[in-house]
């Protein structure tokens, strides 16, 4: 920035002002008579709509949009103005579809797409694999999670999410959390003693995580309806009284799926009533079907 000289100007001293002792005290006292005066319409910030002209390119410029919104600050350097943080941050809402997120950005100060921040709310969840972002007429860009394709649910509806555009993709910065897969299964209707394996495929593959078996009711019974689940912990076999009862429902986990073994013939059944909490005999297998939750 060039230097500028400005004259000063000295105000009226009053006559009867005694000339100081000291030079100090000279200095202070010259200080308070002595003003500088700046050019009228002086400034260092430029606020316009249009590109400042050459003179002008030692000042900030504030650009503005026709209405006089500010769009941000920027400086001249390297032959051309760049915009000052944060200026390159920017919001908007998607438009678009799952797994192609697509925003406009008003009064983009850019001609190609430039290295910022964009906060944008989704429109809609992603179904995982490849993704796009597209800015205003811009080519699509992909979008990423430190480098790889975004897992399904990385971008639920609704919800904000920060992507940086690094040059090449949009990196994702705040990703939702992983979602489990879930598999359900019913096994058959009615339930007998037998071993039963529940296929998780193609849905889980490995060893399932967290797992839940329930009996669903089809017809009522102490005290259920159609409809209701009961975990099966609270259905056990009495075989020669309360010291001896056990699990009705024994389950193996493995790879993908899931072995259910029912232990007890109907009789050696006992279930918790819904209503009165009282252990219950014989539990009716018939009128029950069985599910399996299972979560990778």
């Known amino acids: 920035m060039p230097t500028s000289y400005y004259p000063l100007h000295a105000l009226n001293v009053p006559p009867d002002i005694c000339l100081p002792a000291t030079t100090q005290a000279i200095i202070n006292l010259v200080s308070q008579y002595v ?29 503005v949009d ?22 390159e941050l ?24 430039d290295n910022g921040l964009f906060v944008v709310k989704m429109n809609a969840a992603n179904t995982g694999g490849a993704a796009t972002l597209t800015v205003n007429a811009f080519s699509a860009v992909p979008i990423k999670i430190g480098g790889v394709d975004p897992y399904a649910n990385a971008l639920l509806e609704d919800h904000y999410y920060a992507f940086v555009y690094t040059g090449t993709s949009f990196e994702i910065l705040n990703p939702s959390d992983a979602q489990p ?30 797992l839940e078996v329930v009996f669903v009711n089809v017809t009522a019974e102490y005290g259920y309806n159609p409809g ?11 075989y020669t009284g309360a010291a001896a009862d056990g699990p009705y429902v024994m389950v193996t986990r493995g790879a993908g799926v899931v072995t ?15 209503i009165t909490g009282a252990s219950e005999q014989p539990f009716t297998p018939g009128n029950w079907t069985m599910t399996v939750f299972a979560f990778a």
């Open 260 to 274: 259910i073994t029912l232990v007890a013939t109907p009789t050696q059944i006992n279930i918790t009533n819904k």
């Open 228 to 238: 209701d689940m009961v975990n099966v912990d609270c259905v056990c076999t009495d």
């Open 35 to 63: 003003v500088g005066q700046f050019p009228v319409g002086f400034t260092q910030i430029v606020k316009s709509e249009t590109t400042p002209i050459p003179a002008d390119q030692d000042k900030i410029w504030l650009k």
């Open 181 to 210: 897969t879930i598999g359900v299964r019913v096994v058959k209707s009615g339930l007998a003693v037998a071993t039963q394996t529940v296929n998780l495929g193609p849905e889980i593959t490995g060893i399932p995580a967290p």
């Open 90 to 113: 920017y919001f908007a809402s998607d438009t678009g579809s799952a797994n192609s997120v697509a925003i406009t950005v008003p009064n983009y100060p850019h001609t190609a797409l």
């Open 66 to 87: 026709s209405g006089g919104f500010p769009i941000g600050f920027f400086l001249f350097s390297g032959g051309d103005w760049e915009a000052i943080a944060p200026s």
